[in-house]
């Protein structure tokens, strides 16, 4: 292969490159992925709202069963409310230029999502204690599997939350440092929003369900 | 975003190793590189398996290897090579890598790093993939589609380890492609040049782009039926498994639904034919058009059948069910909406047809898979109609009339294009040419070879000839007549399949040997044949980004001498054909 490279650095010529453009590219990027992440947990709604008619589904908070009273996943939920609201105070900081108080935000941010982590795994740990192990019902697997995959996201977020965090505390120009501290923010919405989804799912009664799936004609 | 990328860029734009060059690049034409002969090879594999299994069909027992489960193996293999590992990989990572920087007018893909990732991942899937050839049970035998129960239970080939290795290669792959689709989707949004509109862009990039969002839309569905099938496998739970009683015992499942997979998996798969055969329809336009010096007709229709199809082909999906059982209903929505996406694929074949009509057309090799590509296409999509409809479909469903119109429609079509491509873009990834007279011989043998592998088929289907099976003797309803028609179209495969080492030799000695192609040896107009140096250098451009100013179909305007104007070239130097672009 030719290898005549220009010689000067050919990413910062007519605009290919310069700030603005890349925290334009990464929104989009970060729309796109949005995109993908939303088809595929519609698609495990769907696949839940099939399975869930059927006789053998257990839902995990049936009066009977260890959720009936929900609180930890309400506290859970509190607590990853918490850390969207702290990324919320990082983007308004960083837009009113006050780096201190970005990195705040985002410390906190990441505190909470380490808490909300942590707590999951600790339900979980409740569940299997109890004998609710990922194959003893359909609704057990299902709630594993939710759970599971979020905490993955969310897992995935904090390597971006880190990146973040090493701009803020290494001084990035401020516009970039908005940007990046905005995208992060949109992602731990969207995954709040995502949490509360699954959490109606996995509280909700199986009558519910059969109306929704009669409603659109499955 | 800070430090760390700025040091990507450094390795990025001034690579200084043998390594940084040409294995842990991040220039997309490298990484294109990587995954066409990555895919390639994967394909290969692919062939080889198709020529052993005909060899059963057509001399049974002639390689007593073959038994049943290797057949079943074999075939599965087969096809799952052939439709993700070598035709989305090649569509998307080949020639969506290559082409989609390029025809832009950017320097590179928005993320390289996250496309170097992508390659990696994907050569990640096809090593997890091919390690089933190795394990115990070997790889898995359940059919492409991998329906469960049958697909994990005891008597299927490969349930101990090859159904599990193919769904993490599957997942594997999966995150590969959506690291690449993010890049592609994000390129042709965010990094075209000055005056790029996305009306000014070539087809090519219009049928990668569509197909890269479906694929980031459709592939979620297979993660999810991989996910939760692996979860049915390796850790009891019942999603798709029913309660089931295997070799007198009865199984701890209860309660899932079979069903549920299929839907998922279709929800996918229907959309998969058009992410591989969208990237072929905008490929095959630039072919057509470049070589019959005609602007393409009807650009815009073009542009607007190809989303219709996109968005069309996530409501069709259930056609490949009417034999599993369906509400009435849904049959009659399913092949209504199947007929409708007709329209819009039919619309396009006229304006191939019509860009065809009375133009100077070139009788180059890519030109001659493009026509190949033309007919292949229409016999496969008509077809097609049969099957979509559910009357026609419920006796026509696993036999060999399917076989042959799902090889027409997305297994050859497709591939006569990648050929063409290959022969078109050779000259501008390598500099050289490829030798016209072995391009020739073997456009003529894989054109009339395949036509004569599939044609038949179609007859076989009629006769009631089931697919999927390892042996056909003693069937009262299937003749010797064809059986012997079987053995001929062994014989046909086999030298199809043995002919393409001539395609492989003139890539390999046309790199050293062949013609010196200049830059842009076809007088295209599109970007990619405008660059400063064959083969594009590191940034593409040079100094400066290219500066368009017209669509990329200027071709005999009326008035220029050259019968060509570059997409570059402005309005005052030459007039622009279509004002509306
Ligand atoms: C000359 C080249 C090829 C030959 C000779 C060939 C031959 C075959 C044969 C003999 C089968 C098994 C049929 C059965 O037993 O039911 C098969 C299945 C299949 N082929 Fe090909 N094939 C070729 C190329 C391709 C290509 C390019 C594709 C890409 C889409 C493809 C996709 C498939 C698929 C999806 C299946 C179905 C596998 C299954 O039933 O699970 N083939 N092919
Ligand atoms: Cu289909």
């Given at each position: 292969m030719n290898v005549s490279a220009p010689q000067h650095h050919p990413n910062f010529d007519e605009g290919w490159d310069d700030p603005a453009i890349a925290a334009r590219r990464k929104k989009t990027a970060l729309q796109v992925m949005l995109a993908v992440i939303t088809a595929l947990f519609f698609l495990f709604t769907i696949a839940f709202l099939i399975r869930a008619q059927y006789p053998d589904y257990e839902s995990?908070?049936?009066?009977?069963?260890?959720?009936?009273?929900?609180?930890?996943?309400?506290?859970?939920?509190?607590?990853?409310?918490?850390?969207?609201?702290?990324?919320?105070?990082?983007?308004?900081?960083a837009r009113s230029e006050n780096i201190n108080a970005t990195r705040d935000g985002l410390y906190l941010a990441g505190f909470f999502t380490v808490m909300f982590l942590i707590s999951q795994l600790w339900l979980w740990q409740q569940l299997i204690a109890l004998g609710y192990y990922v194959n003893s019902n359909p609704a057990n697997s299902f709630f594993y599997l939710f759970t599971g995959l979020h905490g993955l996201h969310l897992l995935a977020g904090l390597f971006l939350w880190l990146k973040t965090l090493r701009e803020a505390r290494g001084?990035?120009?401020l516009s970039l440092l908005q940007s990046s501290v905005a995208l992060c923010a949109t992602y731990w919405h969207f995954l709040f929003v995502v949490w509360l989804l699954l959490f109606s799912l996995i509280v909700g009664d199986q009558a519910t369900f059969r109306a929704i799936a009669a409603f659109c004609g499955f | 975003?800070?430090?760390?990328?700025?040091?990507?860029?450094?390795?990025?734009?001034?690579?200084?190793?043998?390594?940084?060059?040409?294995?842990?690049?991040?220039?997309h034409k490298v990484i294109a590189i990587q995954y066409s002969l990555t895919a390639i090879f994967a394909g290969l594999v692919a062939l080889v398996l198709s020529a052993l299994m005909r060899m059963q069909i057509g001399f049974p027992g002639a390689l007593e290897f073959i038994?049943?489960?290797?057949?079943?193996?074999?075939?599965?293999?087969?096809?799952?090579?052939?439709?993700?590992?070598?035709?989305t990989a090649l569509f998307l990572g080949g020639f969506g890598n290559y082409l989609i920087p390029l025809m832009c007018g950017a320097r590179d893909m928005v993320f390289p790093f996250l496309n170097m990732l992508s390659y990696w991942f994907y050569l990640l899937s096809v090593i997890i993939l091919m390690s089933s050839f190795f394990v115990p049970g070997g790889p898995t035998g359940a059919g492409w589609t991998l329906y469960p129960p049958q697909s994990i239970s005891a008597g299927t080939p490969g349930t101990e380890w090859g159904i599990v290795l193919m769904m993490i290669s599957l997942a594997v792959f999966i995150v590969a492609a959506t690291m690449g689709g993010l890049n592609y989707v994000t390129t042709v949004l965010q990094a075209r040049t000055h005056g790029m509109s996305l009306f000014r862009l070539p087809l090519t990039v219009w049928g990668i782009f569509i197909a890269t969002v479906l694929a980031l839309l459709a592939f979620p569905a297979l993660f999810v039926s991989a996910i939760m099938l692996l979860f049915d496998k390796l850790l009891g739970t019942s999603f798709f498994m029913p309660a089931m009683v295997s070799m007198g015992q009865t199984l701890d499942y209860n309660g899932g639904s079979p069903i549920l997979f299929q839907h998922l998996f279709w929800f996918f798969g229907h959309p998969e034919v058009y992410i591989v055969a969208l990237p072929a329809f905008g490929l095959v336009s630039d072919l057509i058009s470049t070589h019959a010096r005609k602007p393409i007709f009807g650009y815009k229709m073009m542009v607007w059948a190809i989303v219709a199809i996109g968005v069309l082909s996530f409501v069709v999906w259930a056609h490949h069910m009417y034999v599993s059982g369906m509400n009435p209903y849904f049959g009659f929505f399913f092949a209504t909406t199947t007929l409708v996406i007709a329209v819009p694929t039919a619309l396009k074949v006229y304006n191939w047809v019509l860009t065809l009509f009375r133009g100077d057309i070139h009788l180059t090799v890519p030109m001659l898979f493009a026509l190949a590509f033309i007919l292949t296409f229409l016999n496969g999509g008509l077809t097609g109609l049969f099957l979509g409809n559910v009357a026609v479909d419920l006796p026509l469903s696993d036999t060999y009339f399917v076989v042959a119109h799902f090889h027409m429609v997305m297994g050859v079509a497709p591939i006569l294009v990648v050929f063409g491509s290959i022969y078109h873009w050779y000259p501008k990834i390598t500099g050289r040419m490829l030798n016209d007279t072995i391009g020739r011989l073997h456009f003529w043998i894989t054109f009339i070879?395949?036509?004569?592998?599939?044609?038949?088929?179609?007859?076989?289907?009629?006769?009631?000839?089931?697919?999927?099976?390892?042996?056909?003797?003693?069937?009262?309803?299937?003749?010797?007549?064809?059986?012997?028609?079987?053995?001929?179209?062994?014989?046909?495969?086999?030298i199809v399949g043995v002919s393409q080492l001539l395609f492989l030799f003139n890539l390999f000695y046309s790199y050293f040997k062949g013609k010196p192609a200049g830059g842009n040896p076809w007088k295209a107009t599109s970007l990619e044949w405008l660059t400063p140096q064959t083969p594009p250098a590191h940034g593409n451009w040079g100094e400066k980004l290219p500066v368009v100013h017209r669509w990329a179909y200027d071709y005999s305007v009326p008035g220029v001498a050259e019968d060509y104007v570059p997409q570059t070239v402005p309005e005052s130097e030459a007039p622009i054909h279509d004002k509306g672009i």
């Open positions: 995990l908070a049936a009066p009977w069963q260890p959720l009936a009273n929900p609180w930890l996943l309400w506290v859970n939920s509190g607590i990853l409310l918490l850390a969207s609201l702290s990324f919320h105070w990082a983007v308004v900081s001084g990035l120009p | 975003m800070a430090y760390a990328e700025d040091a990507e860029r450094e390795t990025l734009h001034h690579p200084k190793s043998f390594w940084t060059k040409y294995v842990w690049s991040q220039d038994d049943q489960n290797a057949y079943y193996q074999f075939m599965t293999m087969h096809g799952m090579i052939m439709v993700i590992y070598l035709l070879g395949t036509y004569t592998i599939y044609f038949p088929m179609h007859y076989l289907g009629f006769l009631g000839m089931p697919r999927r099976y390892y042996a056909y003797e003693d069937y009262d309803f299937i003749p010797q007549s064809a059986h012997d028609l079987n053995s001929f179209i062994t014989v046909v495969a086999l």
